[in-house]
């Protein structure tokens, strides 16, 4: 090889060094997906839905009419306990006529009263039951899934249909052993995703403290790059991301990002 080729060898192994350092710096990312918290509306007491007033996707306000659940069973209850009520009305007042003549006793009174507050209290037990039949939303948000439509048979304490509020929605990645030092709560990391908007960021969290994965009780230099922590991010702009998602994630935001394969 002459000198001249040398030279040319030379330049070339250089020049494939300094790429290999570009890339080196570029950050590679992390795969996550979006999630949220949703939150459930359900009846106290089983029942069959009559009426639904939302569809999935609807937008919701906090104390929009949600869905009616048959009311039957409590409106009768409620009206046993309106006739007790009115029972231990007559016998307080007869109580109370008596015992100020003195034909009647204290003991007597005093029973009249205690079963009127009872009555009185199983009315308004009654009444909360009735206005429970039909669900209010909670929180603002939007109907993410309905479970049960009308006509159908809804078990206590299951939910009709979820609300995803905005300020609920996260996101979720794994980074390795030896990229956690590099993260703390309060951080901004860069979020990316299919036609999604160049600017989304989201800030971290929550930083588990347990690994995802525990290799044998000897860590091994070949064992440890498997450790991996979950980390979660609220995004800046919630309303440009669907639950489900795939995404990318950058630690640092004015990082180069690597070229995707």
Not at 88 to 104: E, F, I, N, P, V
Not at 108 to 115: F, M
Not at 215 to 227: A, F, G, M, Q, T
């Amino acid at each position: 090889m002459n000198g001249r080729a040398m030279i040319r060898a030379v330049a070339a192994l250089a020049l494939l060094a300094a790429l290999a350092g570009c890339n080196d710096n570029r950050d590679p990312g992390f795969q996550g997906w979006v999630e949220a918290d949703m939150i459930f509306v359900s009846p106290d007491e089983f029942g069959r839905v009559t009426k639904l007033n939302v569809r999935e996707g609807d937008e919701v306000k906090a104390g929009d009419p949600l869905y009616t659940v048959d009311d039957d069973l409590q409106q009768a209850d409620l009206n046993q306990n309106n006739a007790t009520l009115a029972n231990a009305k007559q016998t307080y007042d007869r109580a109370l006529a008596l015992s100020k003549t003195g034909a009647g006793t204290q003991a007597t009174l005093d029973a009249a009263v205690s079963a009127l507050r009872v009555a009185e209290a199983h009315v308004r037990t009654s009444e909360t039951r009735l206005k429970r039949r039909e669900g209010f939303a909670p929180v603002a948000g939007t109907v993410q899934q309905i479970y049960f439509r009308e006509g159908e048979m809804v078990p206590a304490q299951r939910p009709v249909l979820s609300i995803m509020p905005p300020g609920n929605m996260k996101i979720r990645f794994f980074v390795s052993e030896t990229e956690l030092p590099k993260l703390a709560i309060g951080d901004e990391v860069r979020v990316t995703c299919d036609n999604c908007a160049a600017d989304l960021t989201a800030r971290i969290y929550f930083i588990a403290t347990s690994a995802e994965y525990t290799p044998p009780v000897i860590y091994s230099l070949d064992e440890r790059h498997k450790l991996v922590y979950l980390i979660q991010a609220r995004p800046s702009r919630p309303d440009a991301l669907r639950v489900g998602q795939p995404i990318s994630v950058y630690l640092n935001p004015k990082t180069p990002m690597a070229e995707q394969r």
